[in-house]
């Protein structure tokens, strides 16, 4: 089984930028590619990044393409997601899940079935 613990979410300003961190634990954590998501008020889940198992993969949503980046490092069991330029339509829940393949290479939440609790980001205006 796989445990995900999401931290680093806070409050920031338009063009900011922060670092989000999803510890995992759990045996399988390195075979395992990992996503992280985002849903804001009143809004469906939405797709914001993947990464497979080596790091050798990654795809992001259009919204966020050339601010964000996902990276892991498997010898700490942690992926992470580097925000730049942040702006308030950014702001949501964002949520990181484990798959229970290697390599995810679509934007749906199909393959993953660890989540971890969420953590809150806020870009103020």
């Known amino acids: 089984q796989v445990q995900l613990v999401e931290s680093g979410g806070g409050l920031v300003q338009a063009g900011g930028s922060l670092r989000l961190s999803c510890a995992a634990s759990?045996?399988?954590?390195?075979?395992?590619?990992m996503g992280w998501f985002r849903q804001a008020p009143g809004k469906e889940r939405e797709f914001v990044a993947t990464?497979?198992?080596?790091?050798?993969?990654?795809y992001y949503a259009d919204s966020v393409k050339g601010r964000f980046t996902i990276s892991r490092d498997n010898a700490k069991n942690t992926v992470y997601l580097q925000m730049s330029n942040l702006k308030p339509e950014d702001t949501a829940v964002y949520f990181c899940?484990?798959?229970?393949?290697?390599?995810?290479?679509?934007?749906?939440?199909?393959?993953?079935?660890?989540w971890g609790q969420g953590t809150q980001v806020t870009v103020s205006s």
């Open positions: 990464i497979s198992y080596s790091g050798g993969y990654t």
């Open positions: 759990g045996r399988t954590f390195s075979a395992n590619a």
């Open positions: 899940a484990a798959a229970l393949f290697p390599v995810l290479t679509g934007a749906g939440v199909e393959g993953y079935k660890y």
